[in-house]
């Protein structure tokens, strides 16, 4: 069949769209890297050969990046002027979540084929890039996601406080800025996102109060920093806690580990359980596929909603974002024993 334009099948404009859209996603990850989204947010154009030689940049490279981020009408060129585009706002505020696909599970996605071949999952067949995941996810969280944290914290009362799977660490950061009584400790598995953390502590000066970890979160009896922990936050890494069983226990260590704690700020991206494709929302096709792919469980709301009790716990609140679509914050209190 033909669409009568250019003689091409629909099927053919399909596949040629979701090459073009592959393209466009990875300028939008490199829009980011090379200063796109700021200079526009600033400035009403940029000129290609001024912003390549003021900044280093190959000029042929920009060139072309900036014609794939027209594709997704991120911006507008007029020869060498470059201005916003209709979907620039949108693309400005989801760079994170493009920069979370591309760098962070880039090398991932692109052995997809390997690793569903249970001979290619051998011991180090999980290849992501940390760094590039926390600073990423600082991001999510900035433009996303920290208006609803900070509203949660609103009337609860710590001074110690802690974040499980801190990445950068900038939650802890602004938890220090916004009380100079609260000391802070984060852990992190990843030795690149504590890097980008220690990077960024230095920078803000609260290395006096805010102290960084790198180690298993599921482990936190080996840390004696964690001892007098009153508030715990943890935000998109609860899904490590799982199978339910071993979620269950931890939640239950951490309520009997940590005797101060009073409030534990749960935030995480649960599976979505609609099963839908078409109009399946930014980020979940992404996340749910990166796990599958890894062998990690995402569990539903629902599953999530059924351990709290039994190890402990009281789900005193919700708080459900739109983006990332399927992420909720469950706000916990520990039951006393
Ligand atoms: C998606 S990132 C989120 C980072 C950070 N919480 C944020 O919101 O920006 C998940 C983080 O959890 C960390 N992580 C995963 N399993 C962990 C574990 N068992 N102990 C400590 N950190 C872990 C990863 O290294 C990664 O930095």
Redesign the pocket.
């Known amino acids: 069949m033909s669409d009568g334009i250019t003689g091409h099948t629909i099927e053919y404009k399909r596949s040629a769209e979701l090459f073009n859209s592959s393209i466009a996603t990875w300028a939008v990850s490199a829009a980011w890297d090379i200063g796109i989204f700021r200079v526009l947010d600033g400035a009403d154009s940029f000129d290609i050969p001024s912003y390549a030689a003021e900044k280093g940049l190959h000029e042929p490279s920009l060139r072309a990046t900036v014609r794939a981020l027209t594709y997704a009408e991120v911006v507008e060129v007029d020869g060498d002027r470059v201005t916003r585009g209709a979907t620039f706002e949108e693309f400005s505020r989801a760079k994170g979540l493009f920069q979370w696909l591309t760098k962070g599970y880039g090398s991932l996605f692109q052995r997809m084929g390997e690793v569903t071949h249970t001979a290619g999952r051998g011991d180090d067949f999980i290849r992501r890039d940390?760094t590039a995941?926390?600073i990423a996810?600082?991001d999510?969280?900035e433009v996303f996601m920290d208006e609803a944290f900070f509203n949660a914290l609103a009337g609860l009362e710590f001074s110690v406080a802690a974040?499980?799977?801190?990445?950068?660490g900038?939650?802890l950061v602004q938890l220090a800025r916004r009380d100079p009584t609260v000391r802070c400790v984060g852990?992190?598995?990843?030795k690149g996102?504590i890097d980008v953390g220690e990077k960024a502590l230095a920078e803000s000066g609260m290395q006096h109060r805010v102290k960084l970890i790198q180690?298993?979160?599921?482990k936190l009896s080996q840390y004696p920093e964690f001892k007098d922990v009153d508030l715990m936050t943890?935000?998109?890494?609860g899904h490590?806690f799982w199978p339910r069983e071993d979620c269950v226990a931890l939640l239950r260590s951490i309520r009997t580990e940590l005797p101060n704690l009073k409030y534990f700020l749960l935030a995480d991206t649960h599976r979505d359980t609609t099963n839908q494709i078409s109009d399946i929302p930014l980020f979940t096709l992404g996340f749910e596929t990166a796990h599958a792919l890894m062998g990690q469980y995402i569990p539903s709301l629902e599953e999530w909603e059924s351990v709290f009790e039994e190890a402990g716990w009281k789900c005193t609140a919700q708080h459900a974002y739109s983006t990332p679509s399927s992420t909720v914050i469950f706000q916990l209190e520990p039951v006393s024993a």
């Not at 943890?234 to 890494?237: I, N």
């Open positions: 940390a995941v926390s996810c600082r999510v969280n974040d499980l799977g801190c990445g950068s900038e939650r852990i992190d598995i990843a996102a180690g298993d979160a599921r943890s935000y998109l890494m490590d």
